[in-house]
């Protein structure tokens, strides 16, 4: 399965290199292959599936109490989903002559959607648990900003649902065995 995802994004980086020539750099595939290394960092194959956990613990106290107190336990969040669509930007090796004085080499980066997606918050230390929600089509996984200066490739993944949690959620690749069915 991660040998399927990293050709899926693979052909994404010749696709958007194609437009350009005949064939892609090999800076264009080491590029995909750096997105692909810094998207599954906090993922899991499971099957057919690709898996993430979210922990979330809520404030306790503060200013105002949860608007919601069922909310306020700390809870992880399973995001389950299939089919992943690349979406490439950026200029890639395309590179000014400023840039290139900076020792930029590759600058891009990838949007990766879900074809479909679900999740499910399960509570932890007891409590009830949540079901899994309906499947979503085009569901946004993230975005990872990929470059290369002097030789070395350094990567940024961004979650919109992560930024929303702020220091409030903490991602990671959970084991298959503890998803729920």
């Known amino acids: 399965m991660r040998n399927t995802i990293a050709a899926a994004l693979s052909l994404a980086a010749v696709s958007v290199a194609a ?31 690709i898996v993430t956990a979210i922990d979330v613990n809520p404030p306790q106290g503060g200013f105002a109490a949860p608007v919601d107190a069922s909310q306020a336990k700390p809870n992880t969040l399973y995001v389950e989903s299939s089919g992943l669509e690349p979406q490439w930007s950026g200029q890639g090796g395309k590179m000014t002559e400023a840039d290139r004085l900076n ?19 399960v509570t932890r230390g007891g409590g009830p648990n949540g079901a899994w929600s309906q499947w979503q089509s085009s569901f946004p996984l993230g975005t990872v900003e990929i470059e290369q200066r002097h030789g070395v490739w350094s990567t940024k993944e961004y ?17 298959c065995s503890e998803v729920p069915a």
């Open 19 to 49: 437009a350009a020539s005949a064939a892609p750099s090999p800076a264009d595939i080491a590029a995909s292959n750096e997105a692909m290394r810094a998207f599954m960092a906090h993922r899991q194959n499971c099957g057919d599936k």
């Open 103 to 121: 020792g930029l080499q590759w600058k891009g980066g990838v949007q990766i959607f879900a074809k479909a997606a679900r999740h499910i918050s």
């Open 159 to 175: 979650w919109q649902l992560l930024v929303g949690l702020g220091r409030f959620g903490k991602q990671r690749r959970p084991s």
